[in-house]
């Protein structure tokens, strides 16, 4: 196994690796060996760790260090499902412990299986850049496997209370919106129009399944030698239950291609090569996939523009009222204009 993708723990994230040890000792296969704690340095907000036992390895989930909305980064929930979830979708790792006591590491965590692979971040790893045809086997790969995903049978596993599936939408665009109003810094006429636009174009859903809600490239592992074998899918905090085509619309809104405005380029989570599938792609094979009606695609894709909006604008005030210094923030004004501009121009399109 290789350390490679990991970096020792950052001081001001660490916690009494001690305690846990003793905690852990004999909980875990492997567990009865002494610990060496590592960090997984990608991603922006729940913490992971690995936990090293020399013969057997683990990941350790935790949320975000400070003040943490009631709802989200929810350990318990992501245990719940990570526990059952991987029996009938084998990309889900397992869940193996869930810990509510702070006293051990300063806030609840849960312990999963570990996987050896490849993230897929602002690069393709050299091996794949070679493949000629490696980003379309990774594009193919990370749409099947969410039409996989979107039909497990959720009742089937036990997960029926895991959210009020009907109404989601609805939710969806008011929750955004009440969060949009809290965090703007001006008044932006073109957010009011995508949020009246979503208001009155709200399709009915079909069906429902567990969505994962936070579905794109850089939440994938692949197998390190083979871009045509995805081996993880991580970072199930969000989950619930709900629409599946809003996880499409999400990743529509993440997806990145040559032809996208340069800011967006500048700005993306993913590779920017000509050999991705476009989003005409993604929405055709995940309809051949799941045979579901994907008529009414341009609503979640804004959906999911108009969510990003959201994001951007909760990240911006905390930058504008000094409440975080980090300088790569002070972008994000720039990025809601040009984000609610490109949310104008599909519905014109509409």
């Known amino acids: 196994m290789t350390n490679s993708d990991t970096i020792p723990v950052r001081r001001d994230e660490a916690f009494d690796e001690s305690r846990l040890e003793a905690y852990l000792k004999g909980q875990l296969d492997g567990s009865d060996n002494s610990l060496a704690v590592r960090q997984f340095g990608g991603g922006k907000a729940n913490l992971t760790y690995l936990l ?23 350990m318990a929930r992501e245990h719940k499902v990570l526990s059952v979830l991987h029996e009938n979708f084998p990309y889900a790792p397992q869940a193996l412990h869930f810990c509510d006591d702070q006293e051990i590491i300063g806030a609840p965590f849960f312990i999963m299986d570990r996987k050896v692979g490849v993230v897929i971040r602002t690069t393709l790893p050299e091996n794949f850049e070679q493949i000629t045809n490696g ?6 790969q990370l749409i099947n496997v969410l039409a996989e995903f979107h039909q497990v049978d959720y009742s089937a596993l036990g997960l029926d209370d895991l959210g009020k599936p009907e ?18 810094h001006e008044d932006l006429p073109a957010v009011e129009n995508i949020y009246n636009w979503l208001s009155e174009n709200i399709p009915e859903t079909k069906f429902y399944s567990i969505i994962h809600n936070d579905y794109k490239l850089d939440n994938v592992m ?22 599946p085509l809003c996880d499409l619309g999400s990743l529509l809104s993440y997806w990145c291609t040559t032809s996208d405005p340069v800011f967006f380029q500048k700005a993306a989570s993913m590779p920017i090569d000509n050999r991705f599938y476009s989003r005409e792609q993604l929405v055709q094979q995940y309809a051949e996939m799941t045979g579901f009606d ?3 695609i341009r609503f979640y894709h804004v959906l999911g523009l108009y969510r990003l909006i959201g994001i951007a604008a909760q990240i911006y005030i905390r930058f504008l009222r000094g409440q975080t210094h980090d300088k790569r923030f002070a972008i994000f004004g720039d990025m809601i204009n040009l984000v609610s501009d490109y949310g104008v121009e599909l519905i014109a399109d509409a």
Not at 56 to 72: H, Q, S
Not at 167 to 184: E, H, I, P, S, T
């Open 135 to 140: 980003p379309e086997l990774i594009s193919a």
């Open 52 to 74: 090293d036992y020399g013969e057997r390895e683990y990941v350790l989930r935790r949320p975000p260090l400070g003040p943490v909305a009631p709802t989200a980064h929810d």
């Open 222 to 243: 692949y197998n390190s030698n083979d871009p045509d074998k995805l081996i993880g899918v991580f970072d199930w905090d969000m989950c619930t239950l709900g629409d």
């Open 294 to 296: 994907v008529s009414n």
């Open 167 to 184: 109404g989601f939408l609805q939710r969806q665009v008011d929750g955004w919106k009440k969060r949009w109003d809290k965090a703007k």
